[in-house]
């Protein structure tokens, strides 16, 4: 096994131990990840992506997939394994009269974010403009505008895959339709996504956030209402709440006409100050562009994370208690996200995304430097999302870590796994995409 015959097989830049580029291509979002591929193909097209694929085959290597690097576990990152850099595959291309995007598998949401807004157009997204397209919509794609269009997958037309045995095809509902089907939420278990068909929406770009800040312990009332306004509230409203230690902020984040959103959110501060007065409000109007960048980290990419998530089916007051029982300091931040609109009104076989009965998405995570803080951490992190667990109805695909079968099935039902184990027979009997929350083979 050569690196010339590697480089000959493909037109993109081959990458190994020593060179330059490749500590910063095997570099992803959680510093916990620091693991050596044998070689990195930083690929510059789907013919690259299906050459080196039969080269890792021909030469038993294990495939990892990189594009924006988010995902908790690094399954990008294949120790002496081959792994496929899609990032030189960051094109987006926006047809307005057809209000269609098509991107690149290697592209980040802020190129897709800024190229449709120059057309006053928008597709659901992420909140953090440098995560791959690609990871997050193959898992579902939760974002600002979800409650309006429905999630990241309900928005793709259709797919070109580069399958386990080297082959390029479409997925759409019209061609290979149960690979279409799985694409949207079943992650990368069944092919290397070169590129993504997205349908777009008349965005005009406009978006505030509020939040109303609390006290931990003070926090119960207000909670509640928030929680009851959030089941009348208009499409455009997100209705989030984040916690820092003591600190709780209930609001929302509002995309589409600014006075309505005013409007909207003076209601909810009078509602709050009802029950109890914030310690204080920050209310930010602002661009679409600018809340889809608000939350990046340009020193993400050194940082050690780990995170626990949970659907909840009702945000009952049970459930707020065990939110809001802060009482060690070294307890992951909590961000509740409403589902509910669009994202409900697709029907739940639709897809392979699932818990679409959802009310709100829980994520507790946290972040340190210092490696010795590893197991605390993740400990703490356990032991606090494990006071919801009984109160859970599932989990995100796209948060689960290193959680194998069980966590599977707390993301996908029993059906739908069926479904997916069929698809995954027909496109990759031999898993050769395993670094993933993984589908097996039903011979595997």
Not at 97 to 108: H, S
Request: hydrophobic share 40%.
């Amino acid at each position: 096994m050569t690196r010339a015959v590697l480089e000959q097989t493909v037109g993109g830049q081959v990458l190994a131990p020593g060179d330059d580029g490749y500590d910063e291509a095997r570099t992803v979002w959680n510093a916990m990840v620091d693991r050596h591929p044998r070689f990195v193909v930083r690929c510059s097209d789907a013919a690259d992506v299906a050459a080196a694929l039969r080269y890792a085959r021909e030469h038993d290597l294990e495939v990892g997939i990189r594009c924006g690097g988010h995902g908790i576990v690094g399954h990008a990152v294949p120790d002496d394994g081959l792994m496929l850099d899609l990032r030189p595959m960051g094109g987006v291309v926006v047809d307005p009269m057809t209000r269609r995007a098509r991107v690149q598998g290697g592209a980040l949401l802020g190129a897709l974010d800024v190229a449709a807004q120059e057309h006053g157009l928008a597709t659901t997204a992420g909140n953090v403009s440098h995560t791959g397209v690609g990871g997050l919509t193959l898992g579902g794609g939760m974002g600002w505008l979800a409650r309006r269009h429905g999630l990241s997958c309900d928005n793709v037309v259709s797919f070109e895959v580069v399958t386990a045995d080297g082959s390029i095809i479409r997925a759409s509902a019209d061609e290979h339709p149960e690979l279409y089907w799985a694409l949207r939420g079943g992650g990368g278990n069944f092919g290397v996504v070169t590129e993504f068909e997205f349908a777009l929406h008349p965005e005009p770009g406009r978006a505030i956030s509020a939040e109303f800040h609390y006290p931990a312990g003070q926090a119960g009332a207000p909670m509640r209402r928030w929680r009851d306004l959030s089941t009348t509230a208009p499409r455009e409203a997100t209705f989030s709440a984040t916690i820092g230690g003591q600190d709780v902020a209930l609001g929302l984040v509002w995309v589409g006409d600014p006075e309505t959103g005013a409007a909207v959110i003076a209601e909810l501060d009078a509602q709050l100050t009802a029950v109890a007065e914030p310690t204080s409000r920050v209310v930010e109007p602002m661009s679409y562009l600018e809340l889809q960048t608000r939350e990046d980290d340009v020193k993400g990419y050194t940082w050690r994370r780990y995170w626990k998530g949970h659907y909840f089916g009702v945000l009952g007051d049970e459930v707020i208690d065990a939110v809001l029982a802060r009482d060690a300091a070294d307890l992951p931040n909590v961000s509740l996200q409403a589902y509910g609109g669009a994202i409900a009104d697709v029907p739940d076989e639709a897809t392979a995304f699932s818990r679409r009965d959802a009310a709100f998405e829980f994520v507790a995570a946290s972040l340190w430097k210092d490696a010795a803080e590893d197991e605390a951490r993740m400990a703490a992190a356990r032991r606090y999302a494990g006071t919801m667990d009984r109160f859970a109805s599932g989990a995100y695909v796209n948060v689960l870590g290193d959680d194998g079968v069980a966590g599977l099935r707390r993301a996908y039902s029993d059906e739908k796994l069926a479904r997916l184990t069929a698809v995954k027979d027909e496109f990759d009997p031999d898993n050769v995409f395993h670094l993933n929350q993984n589908i097996r083979p039903s011979a595997g």
